[in-house]
């Protein structure tokens, strides 16, 4: 009774926390009002960004534990697929009909998530499934080169239950920054046959800075949070550049180009991207001494805070780095003196 009642207590706080209450940004009279309005934004932001993290890692596990994945991988053929002259590879009757139930399970992810790409990987670097925008693809569109991946090796040297979170790279399948998320399907006996991997779009982390919700099927509804008293939010890597800010879109799409031969294959010619030349400097929110000496002190994964003062007016900035991943979370919010916020209207 007791154990229900605590479940019961704390789903009644977690309902509460789902959607921040329009009336928590106010007009700071005082810096310590600023700085304490502040670090509760920064918390609950540096909330939503971890359980978008544990809801992506808890979708890979589930997947892999799925009692389809070991089954299909406890086929010999699945183990040692047979190619043709081609090279293309060859499947039975039993490893297609156990790979449409796993393609089901391909949209239903991506309903969950805008996933680009899923696709499942055996120790050769042959793919036994393929997904790209949630359309399934057919068996002679899938590579057997997959060992060249970043994430290739990594993900096998995973233990059951562990998830792999690539660097951002530019996805030859949907044309865009993603990251690769990765486990490897793990047998009874401890054997490591496959990896289950998806590629989840690097802009997504532009949508969730700029909602009010904690999970992440809910970042896609309409939101707002760019007022000028709820402040600013911004994700920096530690080359100083900006994965994704409150106030402006970062479009992450491959730009449409040609060699100059003139010709384009959109796969080879996405691996030779920079990202770079698709994310803005930090800089570019500031040029002022002081917040860009705040910005070297994020890329070193520090915690702190710095006062500013810009066009006479005056801000406080909290910085935190992001668990499990080299960046960090800065927060300017200004500091507003009374009837400052009915004056700006004005």
């Not at 605590?6 to 009002?33: H, N, Q, S, Y």
């Not at 991946?149 to 951002?168: C, T």
Request: hydrophobic share 40%; aromatic share 10%.
């Amino acid at each position: 009774m007791t154990k229900r009642f605590t479940i019961i207590l704390l789903c009644v706080f977690l309902a509460g926390l789902a959607r921040v209450p329009d009336g928590l940004a106010k007009p700071r009279m005082t810096l310590e009002e600023a700085r304490e309005q502040a670090e509760s934004q920064m918390d609950l932001m540096l909330f939503r960004i971890k359980m978008f993290h544990h809801e992506v890692q808890a979708t890979m596990i589930s997947s892999v534990e799925l009692p389809v994945f070991k089954e299909y991988f406890m086929l010999p053929e699945s183990r040692a697929t047979a190619m043709n002259e081609m090279g293309v590879a060859q499947f039975s009757r039993q490893q297609i009909q156990l790979r449409k139930k796993m393609e089901q399970w391909a949209r239903v992810l991506y309903k969950r998530f805008p996933i680009g790409e899923a696709c499942l990987i055996d120790h050769k670097g042959l793919e036994h499934l393929r997904a790209v925008n949630g359309k399934v693809e057919e068996e002679h569109m899938f590579s057997n080169t997959e060992s060249d991946a970043p994430f290739f090796a990594p993900s096998f040297r995973l233990a059951a239950g562990e998830v792999l979170a690539s660097d951002p790279y530019m996805s030859p399948d949907s044309l865009r920054w993603v990251i690769a998320y990765t486990s490897p399907v793990v047998l009874e006996n401890g054997e490591k046959p496959a990896f289950f991997h998806f590629e989840v779009p690097l802009d997504v982390y532009g949508k969730i800075i700029v909602s009010k919700d904690f999970s992440y099927s809910k970042a896609l509804e309409k939101y707002q949070l760019d007022k000028e008293e709820e402040g600013r939010f911004f994700l920096l890597d530690k080359k100083g550049l900006l994965l994704a800010d409150s106030r402006r879109q970062i479009r992450t799409e491959m730009r449409k180009k040609s060699d100059p031969a003139g010709n384009r294959d959109e796969g080879d010619f996405a691996l030779r991207e920079k990202l770079v030349d698709y994310l803005p400097d930090v800089a570019s929110i500031s040029n002022d001494a002081a917040f860009l000496e705040a910005t070297v002190k994020m890329r070193n994964g520090e915690s702190g805070e710095a006062h500013l003062t810009w066009n006479k007016r005056a801000y406080i900035l909290l910085y935190r780095p992001i668990p499990g991943r080299p960046w960090s979370l800065g927060h300017l919010d200004p500091v507003g003196g009374a009837g400052f916020w009915e004056r700006e209207k004005h």
